[in-house]
């Protein structure tokens, strides 16, 4: 009972959000009142005024891109650091892990200072190379390689398959469930990522949808047409959770991170 | 030594994303914020000047008062939610996972998006515009947005409770309270002190609902740390200034960290 009135109260919002963005203009709407009719007028004034579709694009391009060269480059260093032993290899591990304990906010100006000596500003580029650097993916996939039985591994070497066919045939497919996990994980956090495009980006035609809102926010007066904005942002990566969130849950619940 | 050239080739990518992308933007940092800017693009070293203007600003020691008392209201609040929300989830038998997605919908989304419907919210109430209440508005922003992680991380530490402990209090006659801080809470306390840890540290560097929602107002009420170094570096374009309140941010993270380590006694 309760429960159900906190789950409301978690999903009361985002409700709130759909009803006014569904209203039409100048009705009596929420919170005073439920609107009389509902119309998608506001989602096609939004998306008619607004440059949504270039801004949905460059969202995509940071998100996917994000997800496979992480994936990749973090599975290929986490094989070779579960799985080798050379000279350095601790020190690089440790070099990774105190990475992950700095606030994106303290490399923030030097950042972008590179990113502006690359002539990177305001390119996808820019956007998206400097934050394919994912601890979080390099450890958890090498915890999960480590704790692949060794048996594996020796069968295929005396089959004698080597390094790239090991990793190609035998680790990624046995990565699976952790690579669905993680990008989920990488996924969300770039579509809902903010901060960097905000600084990465200047020129209108390389928003990313949060940062659109977020001038959305400070220009547009009208309540229906901003919600139905935020509604188009939050829609897919609410799809891509609710499809997906049974691996996002046992990610979450599988003690530590 | 074709060993060696594979397991090169292999660190490849992650050596020169985190080479390029990390460490030489640390080391930036650390650089920078000993250094004055000047528009003409100039840099000159002026050793530990920043950090004592920083010392000496107004601004910046009572951002670290604001940035304090919301980390102090918004991670208590949290963590109270998401062990009561926990315990309710683990009696429920019916539509869990129903419950369970629910409750974590708002943390895939976006603070901004958070931000945007907040406001609208919050409106009615003028909350953002009174110095005293920005800070609990901003928090509960923050525990609606973030507390269903905290709910699950929670729940499967309480998957771990046995239950015929319960059963025996339950039989002894300790009453629900008595069960929850007798029994529960021993159990929970490591999984607590994770979510603490990670909630804590996440609340220090809160940043984009307060962009959104106030811009560090009204009259400053709500300008952290985070914002602050935003503000030297994009809106002053002081970047020594930034530069150093960036690494104040990072000792204070660091400070959190380790006092969890020590909590704990391994993992980082």
């Not at chain 1, 400070?218 to 499809?243: G, H, K, Y």
């Amino acid at each position: 009972m309760v429960l159900a009135v906190v789950t409301l109260l978690a999903l009361g919002p985002f409700a709130v959000m759909v009803v006014v963005a569904l209203s039409p203009p100048g009705s009596p709407t929420l919170p005073h009142a439920l609107p009389e009719s509902l119309t998608l007028r506001n989602f096609a004034v939004v998306l008619a005024a607004e440059d949504f579709v270039r801004w949905t694009l460059n969202t995509l391009v940071y998100a996917l891109v994000s997800v496979v060269v992480v994936l990749l480059s973090a599975s290929m260093a986490a094989y070779v650091f579960a799985r080798k032993r050379f000279r350095g290899r601790d020190l690089l591990l440790w070099t990774i892990v105190s990475t992950f304990m700095v606030p994106f906010h303290a490399v923030l100006v030097p950042l972008l200072l590179l990113v502006a000596s690359l002539g990177w500003v305001d390119t996808w580029w820019g956007l998206v190379v400097p934050t394919l650097a994912n601890a979080q993916a390099v450890l958890v996939l090498r915890q999960f390689i480590r704790a692949l039985p060794g048996e594996v591994f020796d069968a295929v070497r005396v089959d004698g398959a080597g390094d790239w066919r090991t990793y190609w045939h035998i680790v990624l497919p046995l990565c699976r469930p952790v690579l669905a996990t993680l990008a989920v994980f990488v996924f969300l956090w770039h579509w809902n990522d903010f901060l960097w495009p905000l600084v990465v980006t200047n020129s209108t035609d390389m928003r990313t949808l949060t940062l659109g809102l977020s001038t959305m926010d400070s220009t547009r007066l009208d309540i229906a047409e901003l919600m139905a904005a935020a509604t188009a942002t939050a829609l897919p990566c609410l799809v891509v959770f609710w499809l997906l969130q049974r691996h996002l849950v046992s990610a979450l619940t599988g003690r530590g991170r | 030594m074709r060993g060696a050239v594979t397991t090169l080739l292999f660190l490849l990518p992650v050596l020169v994303l985190f080479g390029l992308f990390r460490v030489v933007p640390v080391l930036g940092a650390a650089g920078l914020s000993l250094t004055d800017h000047d528009a003409g693009g100039g840099w000159t070293f002026v050793g530990l000047a920043n950090y004592r203007d920083l010392a000496a600003s107004r601004t910046f020691t009572a951002s670290l008062r604001t940035t304090l008392g919301y980390v102090a209201l918004c991670v208590p609040l949290t963590v109270l939610v998401a062990l009561g929300t926990a315990v309710l989830l683990d009696r429920v038998t019916w539509a869990r996972g129903w419950f369970r997605a629910a409750l974590l919908a708002p943390y895939a989304t976006s603070p901004v998006l958070a931000a945007v419907v907040w406001r609208w919210l919050f409106e009615p109430l003028g909350v953002l515009s009174h110095p005293s209440l920005v800070l609990p508005a901003l928090a509960v922003v923050s525990v609606w947005k973030g507390s269903g992680y905290a709910v699950l991380v929670l729940f499967a530490g309480l998957q771990d409770v046995p239950s015929d402990c319960l059963d025996a209090a339950r039989v002894d006659g300790a009453t629900a309270w008595q069960r929850v801080w007798h029994v529960l809470l021993p159990f929970l306390r490591p999984v607590l002190f994770f979510v603490v840890v990670v909630e804590t540290i996440g609340a220090f560097q809160v940043f984009d609902t307060v962009f959104v929602l106030t811009e560090g107002g009204p009259m400053r009420a709500s300008q952290v740390l985070a914002y602050v170094v935003y503000e030297y570096g994009f809106r002053l374009f002081d970047l020594g200034h930034a530069a150093a309140a960036g690494v104040v941010l990072w000792a204070v993270v660091l400070l959190v960290a380790l006092t969890q380590r020590r909590v704990f006694g391994g993992d980082p």
